[in-house]
Protein backbone atom coordinates (compact mmCIF):
# COMPACT_ATOMS: atom_id res chain seq x y z
CA UNK A 1 0.00 0.00 0.00
CA UNK A 2 1.29 3.97 -0.99
CA UNK A 3 2.47 5.50 2.30
CA UNK A 4 -0.13 8.24 3.06
CA UNK A 5 1.21 11.60 3.82
CA UNK A 6 0.49 12.58 7.27
CA UNK A 7 -0.26 15.97 6.66
CA UNK A 8 -2.51 16.88 3.54
CA UNK A 9 -1.46 19.67 1.13
CA UNK A 10 -3.38 22.75 2.42
CA UNK A 11 -5.08 24.32 0.51
CA UNK A 12 -7.08 27.76 0.06
CA UNK A 13 -8.60 28.11 3.34
CA UNK A 14 -11.53 30.48 1.52
CA UNK A 15 -11.88 34.03 1.48
CA UNK A 16 -14.81 33.71 4.80
CA UNK A 17 -11.76 32.18 6.60
CA UNK A 18 -9.75 33.41 9.75
CA UNK A 19 -6.68 32.29 7.74
CA UNK A 20 -7.23 34.01 4.66
CA UNK A 21 -4.50 35.03 3.11
CA UNK A 22 -2.28 34.01 6.00
CA UNK A 23 -2.16 30.33 5.35
CA UNK A 24 0.80 28.63 3.34
CA UNK A 25 -1.32 27.86 0.15
CA UNK A 26 -2.18 31.46 -0.03
CA UNK A 27 1.55 31.98 -1.08
CA UNK A 28 1.45 33.67 -4.34
CA UNK A 29 -1.92 33.98 -5.26
CA UNK A 30 -3.28 36.73 -6.57
CA UNK A 31 -5.53 37.43 -4.09
CA UNK A 32 -3.51 36.91 -1.17
CA UNK A 33 -3.40 40.72 -0.30
CA UNK A 34 -6.89 41.42 -0.61
CA UNK A 35 -7.91 37.98 1.77
CA UNK A 36 -5.35 39.27 4.15
CA UNK A 37 -6.82 43.00 4.85
CA UNK A 38 -10.09 41.31 5.44
CA UNK A 39 -11.70 43.10 2.66
CA UNK A 40 -13.03 39.89 1.13
CA UNK A 41 -14.80 38.80 4.77
CA UNK A 42 -17.52 41.44 3.94
CA UNK A 43 -20.24 40.27 2.64
CA UNK A 44 -20.53 40.28 -1.09
CA UNK A 45 -23.31 42.24 -2.19
CA UNK A 46 -24.56 39.75 -4.59
CA UNK A 47 -26.28 37.81 -1.64
CA UNK A 48 -28.40 41.02 -1.05
CA UNK A 49 -29.16 41.65 -4.94
CA UNK A 50 -30.01 37.92 -5.26
CA UNK A 51 -32.25 37.82 -2.50
CA UNK A 52 -34.26 40.79 -3.74
CA UNK A 53 -34.26 39.69 -7.08
CA UNK A 54 -35.34 36.23 -5.73
CA UNK A 55 -37.97 37.77 -3.10
CA UNK A 56 -41.16 36.64 -5.36
CA UNK A 57 -39.87 32.73 -5.92
CA UNK A 58 -41.36 30.53 -3.18
CA UNK A 59 -39.32 27.73 -3.59
CA UNK A 60 -35.73 27.56 -4.65
CA UNK A 61 -34.78 23.43 -5.99
CA UNK A 62 -31.66 22.31 -6.77
CA UNK A 63 -30.96 19.30 -8.83
CA UNK A 64 -28.02 17.83 -8.31
CA UNK A 65 -26.33 14.30 -9.28
CA UNK A 66 -22.85 13.07 -8.45
CA UNK A 67 -22.02 11.81 -11.82
CA UNK A 68 -22.62 13.29 -15.53
CA UNK A 69 -24.79 10.93 -17.90
CA UNK A 70 -27.27 10.16 -15.11
CA UNK A 71 -30.00 12.21 -16.61
CA UNK A 72 -30.11 15.02 -13.95
CA UNK A 73 -31.03 17.21 -16.89
CA UNK A 74 -33.75 14.80 -18.04
CA UNK A 75 -35.27 14.30 -15.23
CA UNK A 76 -35.07 18.28 -14.13
CA UNK A 77 -36.90 18.57 -17.42
CA UNK A 78 -39.37 16.29 -16.62
CA UNK A 79 -40.34 17.70 -13.10
CA UNK A 80 -40.63 21.07 -14.35
CA UNK A 81 -42.95 20.15 -16.86
CA UNK A 82 -44.58 17.84 -14.78
CA UNK A 83 -44.69 20.60 -11.82
CA UNK A 84 -46.26 23.41 -14.29
CA UNK A 85 -48.87 20.69 -15.95
CA UNK A 86 -50.16 19.50 -12.40
CA UNK A 87 -50.40 22.88 -10.76
CA UNK A 88 -51.94 25.42 -13.95
CA UNK A 89 -52.02 28.00 -11.18
CA UNK A 90 -48.23 28.03 -10.35
CA UNK A 91 -45.34 29.28 -12.18
CA UNK A 92 -42.64 27.26 -12.61
CA UNK A 93 -39.24 28.26 -13.79
CA UNK A 94 -35.83 26.89 -14.42
CA UNK A 95 -32.50 28.13 -14.52
CA UNK A 96 -29.72 25.93 -15.97
CA UNK A 97 -26.87 26.42 -14.55
CA UNK A 98 -24.94 23.32 -15.96
CA UNK A 99 -22.40 26.05 -17.60
CA UNK A 100 -20.66 23.46 -19.09
CA UNK A 101 -22.99 21.64 -20.88
CA UNK A 102 -26.24 23.32 -21.16
CA UNK A 103 -28.75 20.96 -21.88
CA UNK A 104 -32.39 22.67 -21.23
CA UNK A 105 -33.21 24.71 -24.03
CA UNK A 106 -32.57 21.28 -26.02
CA UNK A 107 -34.99 19.12 -23.64
CA UNK A 108 -37.53 21.59 -23.09
CA UNK A 109 -37.56 22.22 -27.04
CA UNK A 110 -36.72 26.02 -27.00
CA UNK A 111 -33.14 25.43 -28.78
CA UNK A 112 -32.00 28.78 -30.69
CA UNK A 113 -34.21 31.03 -28.88
CA UNK A 114 -33.23 34.19 -27.95
CA UNK A 115 -33.40 35.98 -24.58
CA UNK A 116 -34.50 39.49 -24.40
CA UNK A 117 -32.92 42.13 -21.96
CA UNK A 118 -35.40 45.17 -20.99
CA UNK A 119 -35.09 47.28 -18.21
CA UNK A 120 -36.31 45.36 -15.42
CA UNK A 121 -33.33 42.23 -16.57
CA UNK A 122 -33.16 39.20 -18.87
CA UNK A 123 -36.72 37.52 -19.74
CA UNK A 124 -36.79 34.29 -19.98
CA UNK A 125 -37.91 31.87 -22.62
CA UNK A 126 -41.42 30.72 -22.12
CA UNK A 127 -42.40 27.20 -22.78
CA UNK A 128 -45.64 26.77 -21.39
CA UNK A 129 -47.76 29.73 -19.93
CA UNK A 130 -46.85 28.70 -16.85
CA UNK A 131 -43.43 27.26 -17.41
CA UNK A 132 -40.40 29.32 -18.18
CA UNK A 133 -36.31 28.64 -18.97
CA UNK A 134 -33.07 30.74 -18.55
CA UNK A 135 -30.36 28.74 -19.70
CA UNK A 136 -26.27 29.84 -20.22
CA UNK A 137 -27.29 28.14 -23.50
CA UNK A 138 -29.31 30.87 -25.18
CA UNK A 139 -26.01 33.78 -24.22
CA UNK A 140 -23.64 30.84 -25.78
CA UNK A 141 -22.29 31.43 -29.67
CA UNK A 142 -20.83 28.08 -29.73
CA UNK A 143 -21.45 24.88 -27.08
CA UNK A 144 -17.90 24.51 -26.88
CA UNK A 145 -17.79 28.49 -25.54
CA UNK A 146 -17.90 27.96 -21.69
CA UNK A 147 -16.27 24.72 -21.45
CA UNK A 148 -12.97 27.49 -20.80
CA UNK A 149 -14.66 29.22 -18.64
CA UNK A 150 -12.86 29.08 -14.89
CA UNK A 151 -13.85 29.59 -11.72
CA UNK A 152 -14.48 33.95 -11.18
CA UNK A 153 -15.94 33.57 -14.55
CA UNK A 154 -18.34 31.38 -13.73
CA UNK A 155 -19.62 33.27 -10.24
CA UNK A 156 -19.92 35.91 -11.91
CA UNK A 157 -22.23 34.54 -14.18
CA UNK A 158 -23.80 32.34 -11.81
CA UNK A 159 -24.48 36.09 -9.63
CA UNK A 160 -25.99 37.53 -12.72
CA UNK A 161 -28.10 34.84 -13.57
CA UNK A 162 -29.41 34.66 -9.89
CA UNK A 163 -29.80 38.68 -9.93
CA UNK A 164 -30.88 39.63 -12.79
CA UNK A 165 -33.96 37.37 -14.66
CA UNK A 166 -37.18 38.96 -14.36
CA UNK A 167 -38.70 35.51 -13.57
CA UNK A 168 -41.42 37.45 -12.08
CA UNK A 169 -43.84 35.03 -9.03
CA UNK A 170 -42.71 31.96 -9.36
CA UNK A 171 -43.66 29.19 -7.03
CA UNK A 172 -40.87 26.86 -8.11
CA UNK A 173 -37.77 27.94 -9.04
CA UNK A 174 -36.03 24.31 -10.16
CA UNK A 175 -31.83 24.91 -10.70
CA UNK A 176 -30.42 22.55 -12.92
CA UNK A 177 -27.08 22.44 -11.67
CA UNK A 178 -23.65 20.38 -13.08
CA UNK A 179 -22.33 17.15 -12.06
CA UNK A 180 -20.54 16.59 -8.88
CA UNK A 181 -19.62 19.22 -6.15
CA UNK A 182 -17.68 22.35 -8.65
CA UNK A 183 -17.84 26.45 -8.07
CA UNK A 184 -21.02 26.50 -9.74
CA UNK A 185 -22.44 24.49 -6.59
CA UNK A 186 -20.66 26.90 -4.39
CA UNK A 187 -21.61 30.00 -6.01
CA UNK A 188 -24.96 29.25 -6.45
CA UNK A 189 -25.01 28.20 -2.61
CA UNK A 190 -23.28 30.88 -1.13
CA UNK A 191 -25.51 33.86 -2.98
CA UNK A 192 -28.53 32.29 -2.35
CA UNK A 193 -28.06 32.13 1.37
CA UNK A 194 -30.29 35.22 2.19
CA UNK A 195 -32.56 33.93 -0.32
CA UNK A 196 -33.08 30.22 1.09
CA UNK A 197 -32.89 27.22 -0.70
CA UNK A 198 -35.71 24.71 -0.17
CA UNK A 199 -33.84 21.76 -0.90
CA UNK A 200 -31.71 19.84 -3.06
CA UNK A 201 -32.91 16.80 -5.15
CA UNK A 202 -30.57 14.12 -5.95
CA UNK A 203 -30.40 11.74 -9.19
CA UNK A 204 -28.77 8.94 -9.67
CA UNK A 205 -28.49 5.74 -11.19
CA UNK A 206 -28.18 2.24 -9.57
CA UNK A 207 -24.35 1.45 -9.85
CA UNK A 208 -22.29 1.90 -6.66
CA UNK A 209 -19.97 3.83 -8.46
CA UNK A 210 -22.99 6.34 -8.79
CA UNK A 211 -24.23 5.88 -5.69
CA UNK A 212 -20.94 6.36 -4.37
CA UNK A 213 -20.94 10.00 -5.97
CA UNK A 214 -24.41 10.65 -4.19
CA UNK A 215 -23.31 10.07 -0.93
CA UNK A 216 -20.62 12.86 -1.59
CA UNK A 217 -23.67 14.92 -2.65
CA UNK A 218 -25.15 14.62 0.44
CA UNK A 219 -22.07 15.36 2.66
CA UNK A 220 -21.56 18.23 0.49
CA UNK A 221 -25.75 19.48 1.18
CA UNK A 222 -25.20 18.69 4.66
CA UNK A 223 -22.05 20.90 5.06
CA UNK A 224 -23.97 23.68 3.05
CA UNK A 225 -27.19 22.83 5.44
CA UNK A 226 -29.26 22.71 2.05
CA UNK A 227 -32.30 20.52 3.10
CA UNK A 228 -32.20 17.29 0.87
CA UNK A 229 -35.90 16.70 -0.26
CA UNK A 230 -35.06 13.18 -2.02
CA UNK A 231 -33.21 10.62 -3.82
CA UNK A 232 -34.16 9.91 -7.65
CA UNK A 233 -33.55 7.01 -9.25
CA UNK A 234 -32.99 6.88 -12.94
CA UNK A 235 -32.82 3.98 -15.42
CA UNK A 236 -32.89 0.92 -13.15
CA UNK A 237 -35.59 -0.66 -14.73
CA UNK A 238 -36.50 -1.24 -18.80
CA UNK A 239 -40.11 -0.48 -19.92
CA UNK A 240 -40.45 -2.83 -23.09
CA UNK A 241 -42.20 0.33 -25.27
CA UNK A 242 -44.02 -2.70 -26.84
CA UNK A 243 -44.95 -5.27 -24.43
CA UNK A 244 -44.76 -3.09 -21.73
CA UNK A 245 -42.69 -5.84 -19.60
CA UNK A 246 -40.17 -4.38 -17.24
CA UNK A 247 -36.66 -5.58 -16.44
CA UNK A 248 -33.97 -4.42 -14.16
CA UNK A 249 -30.96 -3.48 -15.64
CA UNK A 250 -28.32 -3.29 -12.73
CA UNK A 251 -28.96 -6.22 -10.65
CA UNK A 252 -29.47 -4.72 -7.55
CA UNK A 253 -27.03 -6.51 -5.20
CA UNK A 254 -26.49 -3.91 -2.66
CA UNK A 255 -30.76 -2.20 -2.57
CA UNK A 256 -29.40 0.52 -5.14
CA UNK A 257 -30.91 3.69 -4.34
CA UNK A 258 -33.73 3.07 -2.27
CA UNK A 259 -31.63 1.20 0.59
CA UNK A 260 -28.83 3.93 0.17
CA UNK A 261 -31.39 6.82 1.20
CA UNK A 262 -32.23 4.29 4.03
CA UNK A 263 -29.26 4.53 5.61
CA UNK A 264 -28.23 7.82 5.10
CA UNK A 265 -31.82 8.74 6.30
CA UNK A 266 -33.08 11.29 3.28
CA UNK A 267 -36.25 10.45 1.47
CA UNK A 268 -36.22 7.74 -1.44
CA UNK A 269 -39.06 9.35 -3.82
CA UNK A 270 -39.20 6.86 -6.43
CA UNK A 271 -37.42 5.12 -9.80
CA UNK A 272 -37.47 6.31 -12.95
CA UNK A 273 -37.51 3.58 -15.68
CA UNK A 274 -35.38 3.82 -19.18
CA UNK A 275 -37.92 4.26 -21.60
CA UNK A 276 -36.65 4.75 -25.24
CA UNK A 277 -39.55 6.84 -25.86
CA UNK A 278 -38.63 9.36 -23.15
CA UNK A 279 -35.21 9.56 -24.60
CA UNK A 280 -36.20 10.24 -27.95
CA UNK A 281 -38.76 12.48 -26.69
CA UNK A 282 -36.29 14.58 -24.64
CA UNK A 283 -34.15 14.97 -27.49
CA UNK A 284 -36.05 16.19 -30.00
CA UNK A 285 -37.54 18.49 -27.25
CA UNK A 286 -40.65 17.15 -27.30
CA UNK A 287 -43.20 16.98 -24.44
CA UNK A 288 -43.09 13.62 -23.30
CA UNK A 289 -46.28 14.35 -20.34
CA UNK A 290 -48.61 15.08 -23.61
CA UNK A 291 -46.64 12.41 -26.20
CA UNK A 292 -46.96 9.28 -23.77
CA UNK A 293 -49.80 10.01 -21.59
CA UNK A 294 -50.42 6.56 -20.54
CA UNK A 295 -47.04 5.52 -19.70
CA UNK A 296 -46.05 4.00 -16.58
CA UNK A 297 -43.19 6.55 -16.33
CA UNK A 298 -45.70 9.73 -16.34
CA UNK A 299 -48.08 8.24 -13.72
CA UNK A 300 -44.00 7.41 -11.60
CA UNK A 301 -43.42 11.22 -12.29
CA UNK A 302 -46.68 12.38 -10.97
CA UNK A 303 -45.97 10.98 -7.74
CA UNK A 304 -43.08 12.31 -6.97
CA UNK A 305 -44.22 15.97 -7.94
CA UNK A 306 -47.04 15.56 -5.41
CA UNK A 307 -44.74 14.47 -2.83
CA UNK A 308 -41.86 16.95 -3.83
CA UNK A 309 -45.18 19.48 -3.59
CA UNK A 310 -45.64 18.13 0.09
CA UNK A 311 -41.96 18.35 1.35
CA UNK A 312 -41.45 21.93 0.45
CA UNK A 313 -44.20 23.03 1.61
CA UNK A 314 -43.14 20.72 5.15
CA UNK A 315 -39.78 22.47 4.56
CA UNK A 316 -41.46 26.03 4.69
CA UNK A 317 -42.85 25.08 8.02
CA UNK A 318 -39.66 23.85 8.85
CA UNK A 319 -37.94 27.29 7.94
CA UNK A 320 -40.55 29.95 6.80
CA UNK A 321 -37.62 32.28 6.33
CA UNK A 322 -36.49 30.17 3.25
CA UNK A 323 -39.55 31.08 1.22
CA UNK A 324 -40.56 34.99 1.62
P1 LIG B 1 -26.97 14.34 -17.20
O1 LIG B 1 -27.69 15.66 -17.15
O2 LIG B 1 -26.97 13.62 -15.90
O3 LIG B 1 -25.59 14.43 -17.80
P2 LIG B 1 -28.86 13.68 -19.33
O4 LIG B 1 -30.13 14.12 -18.73
O5 LIG B 1 -28.21 14.57 -20.35
O6 LIG B 1 -27.78 13.36 -18.19
O7 LIG B 1 -29.10 12.22 -19.91
C1 LIG B 1 -28.08 11.49 -20.57
C2 LIG B 1 -28.75 10.66 -21.67
O8 LIG B 1 -29.56 9.66 -21.08
C3 LIG B 1 -29.63 11.48 -22.61
O9 LIG B 1 -29.46 11.01 -23.92
C4 LIG B 1 -31.05 11.17 -22.12
O10 LIG B 1 -32.02 11.22 -23.17
C5 LIG B 1 -30.90 9.73 -21.61
N1 LIG B 1 -31.83 9.44 -20.52
C6 LIG B 1 -31.89 10.05 -19.31
N2 LIG B 1 -32.86 9.49 -18.55
C7 LIG B 1 -33.44 8.54 -19.30
C8 LIG B 1 -34.52 7.60 -19.10
N3 LIG B 1 -35.16 7.55 -17.94
N4 LIG B 1 -34.83 6.75 -20.11
C9 LIG B 1 -34.13 6.80 -21.28
N5 LIG B 1 -33.12 7.63 -21.53
C10 LIG B 1 -32.77 8.49 -20.57
Known sequence: MADVPSEAPEHCPGTQSENAGKASACAG???????????????DPGIALVK??????????????????????????????????????????????????????????????????????????????????????????????????????????????LSEVDWGNLDYLILDTPPGTSDEHLSA?????????????????????????????????????????GVIENMSIFVCPKCKNTAEIFPASTGGARAMSNELNVEFLGSIPLD??????????????????????VSTLNGICKRIVQKCEEEKENCPNNSQ
Open 52 to 161: ERLSLVQNKLLILSGKGGVGKSTVASLLSRCLAANNPDRNVGVLDIDICGPSQPRVLGVLGEQVHQSGSGWSPVYIEDNLSLMSIGFLLSSPSDAVIWRGPKKNGMIRQF
Open 276 to 297: PLLARCCDEGKNFLTEIPNSPT
Open 29 to 43: CPNQSLCSSGAARQP
Open 189 to 229: TSYLKGAGITGAIIITTPPQVALLDVRKEIDFCRKVNVPIL
